[in-house]
């Protein structure tokens, strides 16, 4: 048998594969099982983007190779999205770049721009792909701590020099995954004043801008400025329209490194089906009304669940932001342990804070994805094995 790469040797295996493989065989064995483990919305996609699917989808038009870069449609409604929301203007044929979601752009990225030896600076605990499209490009990662003393920010000054002159870019995604927390003004102006000098590529995720609460309103980096000329910001339909499984996200920033994404991926996929883009464009139509519908949803399903845990006498803080709990871990066990003991003992999915990187030992996350009745059950199971 033919050896795997060392690239492919040297990712680990991925995170929420492995959990929805227990999952699935729990569930097989016919138990209960409350999911709080990936972030991915209960609740359907609006029945106005499955309209202008079905719609389009009856349309030979939309049946052909979508090999440009995206719709102009599709791009144009990105554009007037960022313009109404962030008051940011974006050329819509340079600065966008439509993804078969944004997990794909940002796992191809680092291709564009890594050769051997270079250095990704990477958020720890962070969303997996960071390091596994940095791997799969030839890179390395330089793993910067996200600590709750620093406000699970990354401390820019702690970065080695070797490792700042090495590095070609650097991730940041907030409001965060898995840590909830959120970016101050000041540290995006440090970011983009760090990357200018240092010249230095700003990956910023920006999946969970639209989740936010008790007033709060998220950022983009792309509002500060300097930053088009070093950012690319990554932004996705998936959680703010409920629509994980139809992968649909962007790229948008600055023009040369949304070309040289552009390059990657036409010699990787073929397009966008045409269908799910004008879908798209009917999803960036929808109301505010809806957003903030999801977010009282979230909401409220975040203060059950956050004074259930506390009066279990678990650590745990009300996120302003995303649908994830970053919970301290009761007791002395480690992530994964504690992790394994829920799904046995208590028939609850949590992700192991682990599963993020290191920084992440000593956490569990959970996700707000279930009713407010099962989260109430869950508090219950928890308090047997408390
Ligand atoms: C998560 O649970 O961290 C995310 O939902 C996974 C993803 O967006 O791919």
Redesign the pocket.
């Known amino acids: 048998m033919l050896r795997l790469s060392k690239k492919v040797q040297s990712l680990p295996p991925y995170l929420?594969l492995e959990i929805d493989k227990a999952k699935r065989k729990a569930r097989q064995e016919g138990r209960d099982i409350i999911d709080l483990?990936?972030?991915?919305p209960d609740q359907p996609t609006p029945m106005h983007i499955i309209d202008a699917l079905n719609q389009a989808a009856r349309d030979p038009a939309n049946h052909r190779y979508a090999l440009d870069q995206g719709m102009p449609a599709l791009r144009q409604a990105i554009a007037s999205w960022y313009k109404a929301r962030f008051n940011v203007n974006l050329a819509p044929d340079t600065q966008i770049l439509p993804l078969i979601?944004s997990?794909e752009g940002i796992a191809h990225f680092p291709l564009a721009f890594l050769n051997a030896g270079d250095i990704s600076l990477i958020p720890d605990p962070c969303?997996p792909?960071y390091k596994g499209g940095t791997i799969l490009a030839g890179g390395s990662a330089h793993l910067m701590p996200l600590l709750e003393e620093n406000n699970f920010l990354p401390d820019l000054k702690r970065i080695p020099f070797l490792a700042r002159k090495k590095a070609k870019m650097i991730f940041v995604n907030y409001p965060n995954?898995?840590t909830n927390a959120c970016a101050s003004d000041g540290f995006y102006r440090e970011l983009i004043d760090f990357a200018k000098r240092n010249k230095i590529i700003v990956i910023s995720d920006l999946?969970y801008s639209e989740m936010v609460y008790d007033g709060y309103k998220a950022r983009s980096l792309l509002e500060f400025p300097g930053a088009q000329d070093v950012v690319i910001e990554f932004h996705?339909l998936?959680?703010t329209y409920n629509m994980?499984g139809w992968r649909l996200g962007w790229a948008s920033g600055n023009p040369r490194l949304i070309a040289a994404l552009a390059k990657v991926k036409s010699n990787i996929d073929s397009g966008i089906f045409s269908a799910i883009q004008l879908a798209g464009v009917a999803a960036l139509s929808t109301g505010q009304d809806f957003t903030a519908k999801m977010c009282q949803l979230y909401q409220e399903r975040r203060d059950i669940l956050v004074s259930g845990l506390q009066s279990l006498g678990w650590q745990v803080t009300k996120p302003k932001a995303t649908f994830?709990l970053w919970i301290k871990i009761p007791g002395s066990s480690d992530s994964m342990s504690f992790a394994s003991r829920l799904l046995k003992e208590a028939d609850i999915v949590a992700?192991p804070g682990v599963g993020f990187g290191r920084y992440g030992e000593g956490y569990i996350?959970m996700?707000l994805t279930v009713p407010k009745e099962r989260i109430r059950e869950a508090l219950e199971r928890l308090k047997k094995i408390s």
């Open positions: 929420f483990g990936i972030g991915d979601g997990k969303y792909p995954n898995p999946a996705s998936s959680k994980t994830y992700t996350r996700a």
